[in-house]
């Protein structure tokens, strides 16, 4: 049965929730819009901004896309503040509907064209390539990793390992330059900025590659969108776009970074980041940060909480889920809520303390909601983005109402009241009144070149005052004076509206967030170069200062993007998306190699539907024999299924020609963010290995309470059990001829992990679990290479003869893993060493085993098998962003008197 080594179902990316609701396609004038049948309303608009962007970007970049782009609209079951683009399997760019949380991160007025412009640029820059790259994808599709014949590797896009401060650096540049937001508008983005210059923690090695050091991935685009406008007013706007075109001619090495920059600026990047972070540290230097009482340090921003008796913080160190610590007004008492609450502004709800975040609050849905110290959603809030709670009243982003600017909802009493679209958090007053900002646009045009408009801010309807500053709302003081933090000249601010003035207090570059206490005295939330720093500050009145907040001139460069008028909205023509029947051709994958003077080889041909809700893998090829393969996955709901059939043939004998077939159907039972329960059935069939077709189920459940900076789960709980019926033709023993018998096995199994420590520097975690298995028949294997692809009957030994077999294994191991960060990475060199993980385990298993290793006969004996070993994962870092893992290991059994030394990779690209 060794055929069924090659039948191994292939895993799909899932862009929606399992389940999702129907969807619908359309053709634009520039590409293709899918949308969730219920943003059909959203569609008309946003397909007409995607039409425009496309037109100002053909000119801005100075070249067309090579492939017809795809903008997909997610439904309102995938409330994530996120979007995505991608070159591969097609050009495509996804959208989510979680903007509500994010409306003072970005200052963006648009949600939709906010995403087109950063999202539209990752398109421009991935898919530049040269003649020879669209030649390899004319003629095998979309691949991201390069089609190697012989020793020639071919690269189609050779931009997909370009450094992320340059990827990402470029999108917020043209994100800023095109809307009437983007980061390089916000002062709290220059705060940060200015913080790591000021500390002299920016080098170029660091910003060329990927790291775990506070910001994290921020830093690349933060600090790349300022290096990008640096470069714009340098070398021109039109200079910093078209390098994407010059590197993606680089089809044998697209990691000759310096080269192509210098054949398209004729300059050196290291020294023009040299130049770029001198020229910024004058600023630095006059940079001013917070002084106070520190309450907390963190390295997780959230925006603090408030209700009437009390301010909370949200605290996390970023290698775990956070704390929350609350500072009683009236007392000025402190106490930390322990829990593992997601990053978001903090509630007190009735007693309960919750946190406004997104997570799966069904198991078909994501969605924002309030969620507990447990990550469990209160779904009383479900599609909701709390901003306050006064006298029974919530006041909440409505998240499934408005995809491009948040709508703005009041609940209470009863009735559910809708307060327009807004640009800035709510806040009610302590006498009831409503205090919001709203978007005045100089024009309707799609896309402004810049930030053209005004934040007006509101008390019920009367106009307050107004700003063409990235303004937001903080807080209302008990004399109905409005505070808000803006820009400064060099970072972020303080700023309060009274007596009918804008008033500046105190003279911090670096203060993100604030909440007033009492009297003079405030909360804030700052940035500095290690984290964020909650304290308390004093702000006497006297010393206000009659400051306006700083609204820095629209970005310049050439071409620059002028107003593009509005593409008019043309009624789509949409169609039912059906992804059976929406696959198309996506990539062939061929492979060539020489063996013992005869030329071997094989090639996988791809197709899918945009969404990946399902895939098709054909492919055949020549090794010892001919063979093919079929491979089909559906995930489109939460009923999954798929199937495969292998073949072979090629020889004389027919006797030896082989096929077999698979099927399957899963159902997803249960999914949060930490859990998962999936029950899978298998069906197998060989008719050539004497009809050997079994029946298989699997029911998987796992909890992983983890966090992106951790190497290791903080807690781990997996447990799974297995069954397996077969009826077949079977030889008889004493007669060799062949009879029908039933055959079964089950096994079960459990593991519990925990971390032991968790730092920036060193991380430790340990594991143990067992299994019990146990068959009805002569072939439980204790290491099966040649066994179903499904089958876990075997165990996890590393230096296991493989012929042993068994009717019955109880096993045990217990492991103790190490971390140690060693972030080394250079400038030149696409390859640094980021961590050593060194470990050790011991297997432990019980089973009956027969004497002449082939066979158990009796049943009666018994043996313990050990082993004993010890490994380190050394992970690098590849093409200064990629992480992968590389093991060496050794390993001691007890009944293999050879020791055995091995390496392998752990993770691929």
């Not at 999702?20 to 309303?41: P, Q, R, V």
């Not at 998962?676 to 459940?701: G, Q, V």
């Amino acid at each position: 049965m060794k055929k069924f080594l090659f039948l191994t179902f292939f895993a799909i990316n899932l862009f929606a929730v399992s389940g999702d609701i129907d969807y619908y396609i359309s053709d634009t004038k520039n590409g293709e819009i899918i949308f969730g049948a219920d943003l059909s309303n959203e569609a008309n608009k946003t397909a007409a901004d995607f039409d425009a962007l496309i037109d100002l970007y053909n000119l801005d970049f100075g070249y067309k896309l090579a492939n017809r782009p795809i903008l997909a609209m997610m439904s309102y079951k995938n409330q994530i503040a996120n979007a995505f683009a991608a070159t591969a399997p097609f050009v495509l760019m996804t959208y989510y509907s979680g903007a509500p949380l994010m409306i003072d991160y970005f200052g963006y007025t648009d949600w939709a064209q906010e995403l087109l412009a950063h999202e539209g640029s990752h398109l421009y820059q991935l898919d530049a390539k040269g003649t020879a790259p669209i030649v390899w994808e004319k003629l095998f599709g979309a691949n991201y990793m390069p089609i190697v014949l012989g020793i020639i590797p071919l690269w189609t896009f050779p931009n997909d390992f370009l450094p992320a401060f340059i990827i990402e650096g470029n999108a917020v540049f043209n994100e800023s330059r095109v809307t009437g937001g983007g980061r390089l508008y916000g002062g709290r983005h220059k705060a940060l900025f200015l913080s790591l210059l000021k500390a002299n923690l920016l080098t170029p090695e660091r910003i060329i590659n990927s790291h775990r050091k506070f910001p994290f991935g921020e830093e690349k685009y933060i600090v790349g969108g300022f290096f990008m406008e640096y470069l714009a007013n340098k070398y021109g706007a039109k200079n910093v776009n078209s390098f994407f075109l010059a590197q993606g001619d680089r089809w044998i090495n697209p990691f000759l970074l310096s080269r192509s920059y210098y054949e398209n600026f004729g300059s050196d990047a290291y020294y023009d980041l040299l130049e770029f972070f001198a020229f910024y540290k004058q600023e630095a230097s006059e940079f001013n940060e917070q002084r106070g009482v520190v309450i907390s340090r963190g390295k997780s921003f959230a925006p603090l909480g408030k209700n009437k008796s009390e301010i909370i913080i949200y605290e996390s160190d970023n290698l775990s889920y956070g704390d929350l610590i609350v500072f009683n007004i009236a007392s000025d008492e402190i106490k930390k809520i322990k829990g593992d609450f997601y990053a978001g502004m903090p509630f007190n709800i009735e007693g309960e303390y919750y946190t406004a975040a997104e997570g799966y609050a069904e198991t078909d849905a994501i969605k924002t909601s309030l969620f507990d110290a447990s990550r469990a959603p209160n779904h009383r809030y479900d599609g909701k983005v709390l901003l306050d709670h006064f006298l029974g009243n919530d006041l909440f982003f409505k998240t499934d109402a408005d995809f491009r600017r948040p709508a703005l909802y009041e609940e209470g009493g009863g009735k559910l009241r809708f307060l327009g679209a807004k640009v800035s958090r709510a806040i009610y007053g302590a006498d009831g009144a409503l205090f919001t900002v709203r978007f005045e646009p100089e024009t309707n045009a799609s896309f402004t070149g810049g930030a053209k408009g005004k934040r007006v801010f509101y008390r019920d309807e009367t106009r307050l005052f107004e700003t063409t500053a990235i303004a937001a709302l903080t807080d209302v003081l008990p004399s109905g004076a409005a505070l808000f933090v803006a820009p400064t000249r060099r970072g972020n601010g303080l700023f309060i509206f009274q007596n009918n003035r804008v008033l500046r207090l105190g003279s911090a570059d670096n203060i993100l967030d604030a909440r007033h206490i009492e009297g003079e005295d405030y909360m804030l939330t700052c940035v500095t170069a290690e984290g964020y720093e909650t304290m308390i500050a004093k702000f006497p009145a006297r010393f206000a200062t009659n400051e306006q907040p700083f609204a820095r001139a629209p970005l310049d460069g050439e071409p620059a993007p002028k107003v593009i008028a509005n593409v008019p909205e043309k009624p789509l023509s949409p169609r039912k998306y059906y992804a059976p029947l929406q696959m198309r051709y996506s990539s062939a994958y061929p492979t060539i190699a020489y063996e013992d003077g005869n030329i071997t080889g094989s090639i996988d041909i791809r197709f899918t539907d945009p969404l990946m809700f399902n895939a098709l893998t054909i492919g055949g090829g020549k090794n010892e024999r001919d063979f093919y393969t079929a491979q089909y996955e559906n995930i489109r709901h939460l009923l999954f299924f798929g199937g495969g059939i292998y073949g072979e043939g090629g020889r004389k004998n027919p006797i030896e020609r082989g096929f077999g077939a698979a099927i399957y159907a899963g159902y997803q039972i249960w999914r949060r963010d930490t859990s998962a329960a999936n029950l899978t059935l298998y069906k197998l069939f060989d008719p050539d290995d004497r009809n050997n077709s079994p029946e298989i189920a699997a029911l998987n459940y796992s909890y992983r309470k983890a966090h992106s900076l951790a190497t290791f789960n903080e807690t781990e709980l997996s447990i799974s059990a297995y069954a397996r019926r077969n009826e077949r033709v079977a030889p008889d023993k004493a007669s060799m001829a062949d009879k029908l018998r039933v055959e079964s096995a089950y096994k079960g199994e459990i593991s519990l992990g925990s971390a032991l420590y968790t730092g920036e520097i060193f991380q430790s975690f340990a594991r143990i679990g067992g299994s019990y298995a146990a068959a009805d028949y002569e072939t439980l294997f204790l290491r099966e290479k040649q066994k179903f692809p499904v089958d876990p009957l075997d165990l996890p030994l590393l230096n296991m003869p493989m012929n042993y077999y068994a009717k019955e294994v109880r096993a045990g191991f217990s492991e103790l893993l190490l971390h140690f960060e060693t972030p080394f990475a250079g400038w030149t060199l696409p390859f640094g060493l980021q961590s050593i993980s060194p470990g050790a385990r011991y297997d432990a298993a019980k089973l009956a085993l027969d004497e002449d290793k082939i066979y158990v006969k009796s049943g009666k004996n018994s043996i313990l098998v050990e082993e004993k070993s010890a490994f380190a994962d050394f992970e690098f870092l590849f093409a200064h962003s990629v992480f992968f893992k590389v093991r060496a290991a050794f390993a001691r059994n007890s009944l293999n008197k050879d020791d055995r030394f091995f390496i392998q990779l752990q993770s691929e690209l």
